[in-house]
């Protein structure tokens, strides 16, 4: 299924574009001088949702944040709609109050658990399902890992339509880890946007390396200047520690 995505054609890391304020701020709320500046930035400079993943053939899109991979997620989510593709499906996960309304979900999602009640209203409100979860209690969400929920939706679709779907994913390393392993259970394409401490951003210091499986073996690779979105298979090559809490997939 690699050859179902063409090569990225974002190759620096989305806190040195312009992007970087509408995918991390846009949905959030203005805290200061900083902030503000940041948001009317990205009002000026904004990246079309193709300038970020490239996909080149018919599939359902799902995507999947966390924590700080929420915001992103929300921004793709929108760009999507707006810019006429087809519109994804979202999973948001989160151990703290989501920094988002949400509300009961209006917008069908075949397969989610019954006690996946709720998403985020302003996906809701432009036409996008979405479900989230949670390990904290948080009213309305699936009590378990972003993983499982998502594996009870793809689980749920006819098995055409289940070969068709591509996961994007955005969030904490661990999160990310349960993603790629899930579509690799599945045997399912995925892409994660990885985020490591940065010194300079540039390349120079190489701070932000990770190793990435490539045609010529394994390499070291600097988040900022060669991703920040990596093919899932790629960098997480092995399967992750098991979850404290049960996952529906093997």
């Avoid at 996946?116 to 989230?132: K, M, S, V, Y």
Wanted: hydrophobic residues 45%.
């Amino acid at each position: 299924m690699a050859n179902r995505f063409e090569p990225l054609t974002t190759r620096r890391s989305l806190l040195k574009t312009g992007a970087a304020a509408t995918a991390l701020l846009a949905a959030g709320r203005p805290q200061g001088r900083t902030v503000a500046r940041a948001q009317a930035a990205s009002q000026v400079l904004r990246l079309p949702a193709t300038a970020l993943l490239n996909p080149t053939g018919p599939f359902d899109l799902g995507l999947i944040g966390g924590g700080v991979g929420i915001p992103p997620m929300i921004f793709y989510a929108e760009t999507e709609v707006a810019s006429g593709a087809e519109t994804p499906w979202v999973i948001m996960g989160s151990e703290l109050p989501f920094p988002f309304a949400t509300g009961p979900a209006q917008l069908a999602l075949p397969g989610v658990p019954e006690s996946a009640t709720h998403g985020l209203t302003r996906l809701e409100a432009n036409g996008i399902p979405n479900r989230l979860a949670t390990l904290a209690g948080l009213d309305g969400c699936f009590p378990g890992y972003v993983t499982g929920l998502a594996d009870a939706l793809i689980g749920a679709l006819p098995e055409e339509q289940r070969s068709q779907v591509a996961l994007y994913a955005c969030g904490p390393t661990p999160m990310l880890a349960a993603v790629a392993a899930l579509a690799r259970h599945l045997g399912l394409p995925c892409q994660v946007s990885l985020e490591e401490y940065m010194a300079c951003g540039v390349g120079g210091c190489a701070g932000c390396t990770v190793e990435v499986d490539t045609d010529d073996g394994l390499a070291m690779k600097r988040v900022c200047v060669d991703g920040p979105i990596f093919d899932a298979a790629h960098v997480f090559t092995s399967p992750p520690l098991p979850e404290p809490a049960e996952t529906p997939f093997d």
